[in-house]
């Protein structure tokens, strides 16, 4: 596997991922646990957490525009080895010429003008505290454009993919591009809990933690099962579009890194039931604030796992996309 190449997928996938998670993440978790919290101490929690997230923003713009150059010069040197010479600027524009580096053009262009129209405002609509108001029409609006140009850079993935290439890109790129939302919400949640989540609590006792952080994975469990959910059938889906047959996961290199992946997802799926069926119910059945605090670091301990699960799960996928279904293992 090149690695030139592998670099590039994971952190293209990893930077879109975050940047359109963090807008369902927010508006339908984080937002409205804040909401409940109408002590104004929690101001500057909310405050520590949005400057958490607009600089893990700035790092997914950053990654997902490295890992997007990485990608064109991976190709451009294809094209160069090809020919067997030195990179030419021909080979620049025969990479821009193709489909996959058109797309790939694009999402560049799609990154600068998502981070210069809509960055700057980012920290202030992640710190508004609205109290149990709905969030205002222009928050609506700004996070409306955001899940737009987001959706845009998973689209520009998406035609990059298997199954752009396929027979039936029609019906198989919608697929790939639900796939890649889904798996997107679940992995910006995670982050968000693991990462930024626990500066806001840090700020506060037992008692006010207990009050933000139950309802709130409650909030995020919710969501987390209808995205792992609808991640497994497109997954499944594409699969099928893409093997020939079920043998090809045993005689293929594509179908055996499917199946690590597969068994990535399996433990994924494992622990967030694990969290949402068992630890999460002990932590509401807390009978002291201390007891609860006990509990919530059990909960970060196994989000804190299953991140790592997610890290290991992109990777597979960046070895996934650079193999050819037919590629024997």
Request: hydrophobic fraction near 55%.
């Amino acid at each position: 596997m090149d690695a030139l190449l592998a670099s590039g997928r994971i952190t293209t996938f990893a930077g879109a991922a975050f940047l359109f998670g963090l807008g369902p993440v927010y508006a339908l978790v984080l937002h409205h646990g804040f909401a409940a919290a109408t002590d104004t101490k929690w101001r500057r929690g909310h405050e520590r957490m949005a400057r958490r997230l607009a600089l893990e923003a700035d790092a997914a713009f950053a990654g997902l525009t490295v890992g997007s150059l990485l990608t064109l010069l991976g190709q451009v040197r294809d094209a160069a080895q090809r020919h067997g010479a030195s990179v030419r600027a021909s080979d620049v524009v025969d990479t821009l010429g193709t489909g996959f580096g058109g797309w790939t053009a694009l999402r560049l262009v799609l990154t600068v003008a998502m981070f210069a129209a809509l960055r700057g405002q980012l920290r202030d609509r992640l710190a508004r505290a609205e109290g149990a108001r709905a969030m205002p029409a222009e928050d609506r609006t700004f996070w409306i454009g955001w899940t737009v140009f987001g959706t845009a850079l998973l689209a520009s993935i998406a035609m990059t993919s298997h199954a752009a290439a396929g027979p039936r890109p029609l019906l198989a790129v919608p697929v790939n591009l639900a796939h890649l939302a889904t798996s997107a919400v679940w992995l910006a949640g995670i982050c968000v809990l693991a990462t930024a989540l626990p500066v806001a609590l840090a700020t506060r006792d037992a008692r006010s933690q207990l009050h933000l952080f139950s309802p709130t994975l409650a909030r995020f469990a919710r969501l987390a099962f209808l995205a792992v959910l609808a991640t497994a059938v497109t997954g499944a889906l594409n699969a099928l579009a893409v093997l020939d047959d079920v043998g090809a996961l045993r005689t293929t290199a594509y179908g055996q890194t499917l199946l690590v992946k597969v068994w990535l997802f399996a433990w994924i799926v494992g622990l967030g039931g694990l969290n949402h069926f068992v630890l999460l119910r002990r932590l509401q059945a807390a009978a002291t604030p201390q007891e609860g605090a006990a509990r919530m670091r059990v909960i970060g301990g196994s989000v804190a796992v299953e991140f790592l699960f997610g890290v290991l799960l992109l990777g597979a996928t960046a070895v996934l996309t650079g193999l050819s279904p037919t590629s024997t293992g």
